[in-house]
């Protein structure tokens, strides 16, 4: 019986505070952390419910344009908001593309940015892996690793972050709020997450206890909204984690292109993932679709207008 | 809060479970429930209308080890535009 204490704490602050005692965790949707606790790879001895806190579950419009999406929206709502799905159409396509109907029903804003790696030695108590166990090795390196990163690993961690949220954030700018014991700051997202190196249980530059409160996408982002697309290469069809992945977000002034974003997920397989960048491209020159296609995210939909196959 | 135990009205089955049984959407039957309760989710959401690569999409969170996939989204399909048929007659 693995024993834990749960806290639900009534605001923002009180959840700050709480999780200053050592070996707290934050709990949100759940679909990752319960399952890293029922396999024994992380063990928190308090579980801090933020999933309830009042106002992280709003999508708010900015004065500029932009949203700011609380920390505890889930994927599903976010990705069928009309202003999203309007004005940041990739982010929609990447959030329908994740997991299944029913995590994203369950799955957070915030909780996706902090969600673990799939890497399999890391879910596997038996293997060495510095990121569960720093200082251990890297079983993953001369083992099963065909899925994991190509660019951006280290000696000690080859593994890569699995979001699809996270690609077209990085492309559109996006920030993170986060809120701690010393107040309010932001970081951008392409700056939240960690490249392994030495220190590979070291994800994100939140110190402990620091919470994500909220995600903005700014209003300037929204010149991209008539073409960008997100693009996503998988071993089967649906509810899959990423091989590859690509948002491309074009700005496009009387015909010329006048910016393009693309944006790669963290598992760069180099070949793989010039192709999948390059059709992205294509698709988004294409212009957003009037709905999310049927699979979104596939590499296999045709490109309206275009060649059949790129 | 719906269930399973809560979908017929009655004796009556309610349009998705007829279909499941039409199709042989099933044959151990130990994912059907959940199976059902996705596809009157899915249906009542509206998103994937009668087209089966939607259906497929969206019906992909609930794993058949018995593999009756093709029946399952032939079944779908069929509830769904019984559905819609159904609400058309009502609203005439």
Excluded at chain 1, 80 to 89: A, E, I, N, R, W
Excluded at chain 1, 238 to 254: K, P, R, T
Excluded at chain 2, 24 to 36: E, L, S
Aim: aromatic fraction near 6%; glycine fraction near 10%.
């Amino acid at each position: 019986m693995n024993r834990f204490d749960y806290v639900r704490p009534a605001t923002v602050s009180e959840a700050v505070a709480a999780a200053g005692v050592p070996g707290s965790a934050y709990l949100a949707g759940g679909t990752n952390l319960l399952d890293l606790m029922k396999g024994g790879i992380v063990s928190p001895q308090r579980l801090i419910d933020v999933s309830r806190l009042p106002g992280l579950d709003r999508i708010e419009p900015l004065p500029d344009g932009g949203v700011r999406i609380g920390a505890c929206v889930r994927n599903a709502d976010l990705a069928y908001d009309p202003t999203v799905s309007k004005c940041f159409p990739a982010v929609a396509e990447a959030l329908l593309s994740g997991a299944s109907a029913q995590l994203r029903n369950a799955a957070t804003v915030g909780g996706n940015l902090l969600q673990r790696t799939r890497c399999a030695y890391f879910y596997d108590p038996a293997s060495a892996c510095n990121k569960r166990q720093p200082g251990s090795g890297c079983d993953a390196r001369g083992g099963e690793n065909r899925l994991y990163a190509v660019l951006g690993w280290s000696q000690s961690c080859i593994a890569t972050h699995p979001s699809d949220f996270c690609v077209p954030l990085a492309a559109l700018d996006a920030m993170v709020e986060i809120e701690g014991q010393a107040g309010r700051r932001e970081v951008a997202l392409e700056d939240f997450h960690l490249l392994p190196g030495v220190t590979p249980e070291r994800e994100s530059v939140l110190a402990p206890g620091e919470l994500v409160v909220a995600v903005r996408l700014p209003g300037a982002a929204t010149r991209f909204a008539t073409h960008a697309r997100y693009l996503k290469l998988r071993e089967r069809t649906s509810y899959a984690f990423a091989v590859v992945s690509a948002a491309a977000c074009l700005h496009i002034e009387d015909e010329v292109i006048a910016e393009a974003r693309p944006s790669g997920d963290n598992a760069l397989k180099i070949e793989l993932a010039r192709r999948i960048a390059v059709r992205a491209l294509a698709l988004a020159a294409a212009g957003t679709p009037d709905h999310v296609p049927a699979l979104p995210a596939s590499p296999f939909a045709p490109i309206p207008g275009g060649a059949p196959h790129g | 809060m719906l269930t399973i135990e809560g979908l017929t009205q009655g004796e009556a089955l309610h349009p998705v479970q007829a279909a499941f049984i039409a199709h042989d959407a099933f044959q151990c039957g130990f994912c059907t429930p959940g199976q059902i309760m996705s596809a009157v989710g899915l249906i009542q959401e509206g998103w994937a209308a009668d087209d089966p690569e939607r259906v497929r999409e969206g019906m992909s969170g609930n794993l058949c080890r018995c593999g009756a996939y093709r029946g399952i989204t032939e079944a779908v399909v069929e509830a769904q535009r019984s559905l819609a048929q159904a609400e058309r007659k009502e609203a005439a």
